[in-house]
């Protein structure tokens, strides 16, 4: 339902910027460089789970808006909110949403520019983060021959997840390790820097690994294909897999809100560039999205986070069992 609302709202908004609807964010430009917009939501009810801190919520807030940026190839350079507060919140709760919010600003080095408030059902942040680079990345750059890339490691977001939601009995050794990802992301803004001149294609992780590949391969009329054995799980995951009978590769490829970079290089131009990431696979001519599993290629499904699904927290579109 997520996708068919934004396409009926797609259909009635013609006047757009000089970069169309479809990317991590909308950009105009502006003399020699280009203006990069975002805005994201922050719902309690869908977006926090309960042990999650007040200072993890307003934190959050900052990091999923100025993730877009950074996909984009661009610096931040401002932040904006609108907060949405129901009548029985408590004011300890605000103050540390608030102080997640400063903590946020200054950690990323952006200002906050604009705020409003008002009163809601549920508690709402709606941010919005602008940033300028001199060349944008998007989804649709990938060429043929591009190698794919991924930041960081994929797959904790959603084993803490499945931690939490199944209260799982596991060591608090894994258990940190797991909730340090989904409660206390972090946004790859050194990384969106120096892709942006480098890189050809980027999109961040925000509703799954195997969602974006198959944004990316739709929007740049390639195919892509991708090798399990190359994907950065850590043992945390695997561990979690295991206790519940699933495959660690299907909770890295379903992953939501991991705020990694996923991009396409060439593979000479990576050579020289300041990035820690893993190649995953490659860029070729065709369409669709292929994973090889113990040497046998197959069509990888797509799996991740889907909103608007009738239940709280939203629903992970995952073959688990």
Known sequence: MEREIIELFKRHLKLQGDLPLGDDAGAIRIGDEWLVATNDMLVRK??????MTPEQVGFKAVTMNVSDIAAMGARPVGFLFSLGVPKDIEMDYLEGVAEGIGKAIEFYEVPVLSADTNEADDLIIDGIALGRTRRLLTRSGAKPGDLVCVTGDIGRALAGFLVWRRGLDVPEKIRKRLYEKLLEPRARVPEGIELSGLANAAID?????SKEL???AKMSGVRIEVEAQKLPIRDE???????LGLDPIEIALASGEEFELVFTIPKEVLEGANVNCTVIGR??????VYITINGKRQEM????????KGEAKGTYRVLFR
């Not at 995951?237 to 206790?243: F, I």
Request: aromatic residues 2%; without cysteine; proline residues 6%.
């Open 205 to 209: 992780i925000s509703d799954g690994l």
């Open 214 to 216: 198959h944004l990316l």
């Open 237 to 243: 995951v695997r561990a979690v897999a295991g206790v």
């Open 46 to 51: 869908t977006d926090v789970p309960d042990i």
């Open 301 to 308: 499904p797509v799996l991740g986070w889907e909103h608007l």
């Open 283 to 288: 860029v070729l001519e065709g369409a669709g």
